[in-house]
């Protein structure tokens, strides 16, 4: 009933930027948290950043370096991410929570030179 579909990931140099968006089906309101995962290899999926209404949150990892936005009229939710480093290497996940929890399917990011 809720699907999520991830886009933007790609390869950048280091120092470099890329915006992910999650388009989102079926309905899901402001107050409904929707955040960024990803999993790098060999480690365990992580938060990396949310949003529930105004309010965002972020890993300490990215603070300062990454931005969530989510566009309402849209479904769709955003994250910017400027000076990339190697380590932001990764498969990112949109999710959203529901009572229960909803991925997309991921979008690769590889930061490399």
């Known amino acids: 009933q809720v699907q999520l579909v991830e886009s933007g990931g790609g390869l950048v140099q280091p120092g470099g930027s890329l915006r992910l968006s999650c388009a989102a089906s079926?309905?899901?309101?402001?107050?409904?948290?929707m955040g960024w995962y990803r999993q790098a290899p060999g480690k365990e999926r992580e938060l990396v950043a949310a949003i529930t209404g105004g309010t965002s949150t972020y890993a300490d990892s990215v603070k300062g370096r990454f931005t969530i936005s989510r566009d309402n009229a849209k479904n769709t939710v955003y994250l910017q991410m400027n000076s990339l480093k190697p380590e932001d290497t990764a498969v990112y996940y949109c999710?959203?929570?529901?009572?229960?929890?909803?991925w997309g399917q991921g979008t690769q990011v590889t930061v490399s030179s």
């Open positions: 999710n959203v929570r529901i009572c229960a929890d909803y």
């Open positions: 079926g309905i899901i309101f402001s107050f409904n948290t």
